[in-house]
């Protein structure tokens, strides 16, 4: 079980570039999200998603956009990526979606936006 | 305002001993389920330990446990035993009712030393 997987680890884009965050989970999780570290801060939610082929946006999905096609996908897309969105990013999966279930996340991608 | 707060930047403990990280929410949902998640120098977020607003007894695994005052609105992680490898941050996290998003606190990094 590899659990939840991330990549690339690192990345560097200029301004206006678009890229992919790729993850994937080998866990049969229905339910995947998208959070974003930021230096001295805890975790926001970007996009999340209940199952294959519905999303909906976390607290900050301006820029950002996902699809899930599949169970164990869930790529984010930078559209044009800007300074503001250099951080970490996380993928995180879980069983179900109540307040009682554990999210699990990925090691996570570091992008620098120049 | 903010949902999870974390009054403690950083704590240096002693091997061996023991160590409180405070934590204190704020919600109105009467179910609500809190975690903590440990984040070493490497980067990952590890899941330490989960506590239900229901929960009569504190939540323990292995040399974490919880301590939840419900009245307080507080549930405090203790870390007994200290090892070198506790170093790290550690973030407290809570999900309300049927939002799947996770709140985070700013952390608390915990040094260990020898």
């Known amino acids: 079980n590899a659990g939840v997987t991330q990549t690339p680890k690192f990345q560097v884009l200029k301004t206006g570039q678009s890229m992919t965050l790729q993850c994937a989970q080998d866990m049969n999780h229905e339910y995947m999200s998208w959070y974003r570290q930021d230096p001295g801060m805890g975790l926001r939610l970007i996009h999340y998603s209940v199952g294959a082929g519905i999303t909906d946006q976390g607290e900050v999905p301006n820029g950002y956009n996902v699809s899930r096609s599949t169970t164990e996908d869930f790529p984010l897309r930078l559209l044009s990526a800007a300074p503001s969105q250099t951080s970490v990013y996380f993928c995180a999966s879980s069983l179900r979606g109540d307040y009682t279930d554990t999210q699990y996340f990925g090691p996570g991608t570091r992008l620098t936006v120049l | 305002a903010q949902k999870i707060t974390q009054t403690q930047p950083g704590m240096f403990v002693q091997e061996k001993e023991a160590v409180t990280l405070d934590c204190t929410y704020d919600?109105?949902?009467?179910?609500?389920?809190l975690f903590w998640y440990k984040q070493p120098s490497s980067g990952e977020m590890i899941f330490l330990i989960y506590?239900?607003?229901?929960?009569?007894q504190n939540a323990t695994e292995g040399r974490y446990s919880l301590n939840f005052q419900k009245a307080r609105k507080s549930a405090n992680l203790v870390i007994s035993a200290s090892q070198l490898g506790d170093s790290a941050m550690y973030f407290c996290a809570m999900r309300e009712g049927d939002d799947y998003k996770l709140s985070f606190g700013a952390g608390t990094t915990v040094t260990v030393r020898a």
């Open positions: 919600t109105s949902d009467q179910s609500y389920g």
């Open positions: 506590q239900g607003s229901y929960d009569e």
